[in-house]
């Protein structure tokens, strides 16, 4: 059997990109929580969810910033995705399952950014967040592979 673009207007290709752009995003969110804790500099900003200079960047907590500003992002782009899986009609259950399943991991991620500051960088927490955010780059990757394969339907090798 031979497969074929669908027509971009079924709107399998937008949720390709939002896929693909969300799991650039996290990538980096990833790598930047990572500096932050090799760095040693998790507790700078000791505040959540706005630093105590408010929401315009400082040099003080710039990386921490930047983490939460990335972290909001990644958030936004993964609900729509999301969203664009459950308006699409070609989408199947799986892509629906595992953008749900990074929607909840993305909320609860977030959520616990907040108890790792409040809790001082507790071991366990810090421990937690990483494996979540694995959990969630897993199926933001999982979302991304399927997505590719929306936009393309089998069609018969002869025609
Ligand atoms: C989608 C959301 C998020 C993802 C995927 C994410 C991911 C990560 C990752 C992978 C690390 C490195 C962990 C390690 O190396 O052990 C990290 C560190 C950290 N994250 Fe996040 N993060 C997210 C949101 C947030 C939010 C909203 C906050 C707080 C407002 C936060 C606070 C922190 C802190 C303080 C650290 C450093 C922990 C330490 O010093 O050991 N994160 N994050």
């Not at 709107?11 to 760095?39: D, E, N, R």
């Not at 969203?83 to 749900?100: E, F, H, L, P, Q």
């Not at 500051?117 to 969630?136: F, M, P, R």
Request: aromatic share 8%.
């Amino acid at each position: 059997m031979t497969y074929s673009r669908t027509d971009s207007r079924d709107g399998g290709l937008a949720i390709q990109y939002l896929a693909l752009s969300t799991m650039i995003v996290l990538y980096s969110l990833m790598f930047i929580g990572g500096y932050i804790s090799a760095a040693g500099l998790g507790l700078t900003c000791p505040e959540w969810p706005l630093c105590p200079n408010g929401i315009m960047p400082s040099e003080e907590y710039l990386i921490e910033w930047v983490h939460r500003l990335v972290a909001a992002t990644t958030g936004v782009l993964v609900l729509a995705t999301m969203v664009a899986c459950y308006m699409n009609k070609n989408a199947g259950a799986r892509i629906k399952v595992t953008s749900s399943l990074a929607s909840a991991f993305v909320v609860t991620q977030i959520t616990l950014g907040a108890l790792v500051i409040d809790l001082k960088l507790h071991a366990v927490l810090v421990a937690i967040h990483l494996g979540i955010g694995i959990l969630l780059f897993s199926m933001v990757l999982l979302t991304t592979l399927f997505a590719f394969r929306l936009s393309k339907v089998p069609v018969k090798a002869d025609a």
